[in-house]
């Protein structure tokens, strides 16, 4: 791992310790709406999110339309392991070539 790949790393980590104190202090700021999330974190993200189990969509109402809510710390947690397994996935490959 080189120094930028740590710099990210160590950002993603305050993101997400910013996103679990936000999370705990006012809860209803970590919740965005589906099409926000979408269009800050792309939709294909965010339904691999929700098939793994790593993302819980909550319905903000009975009716059929009522907004569906994610939470960003669990967005950007997703975001965190996805990069983690991506890396580990290359350092594995690199090892395999030697």
């Given amino acids: 791992m080189n120094a ?37 974190y792309g939709a294909e993200l965010i ?3 929700v098939d793994s189990g790593m993302l819980k969509p909550i319905r903000n109402g009975k009716a059929k339309n009522s907004p569906i809510l994610y939470s960003r710390k669990e967005i950007i947690a ?19 070539k030697e």
């Fill in 47 to 49: 339904k691999r999110g």
């Fill in 78 to 96: 997703q975001t965190k392991t996805e990069s983690i397994m991506r890396n580990e996935g290359y350092a594995i490959l690199a090892t395999l």
């Fill in 4 to 40: 930028l790949q740590t710099f990210n790393e160590i950002l993603q980590h305050a993101d997400l310790i910013a996103s679990a104190i936000i999370q705990q202090t006012n809860p209803k700021r970590d919740l965005i709406s589906q099409r926000k999330a979408y269009e800050d």
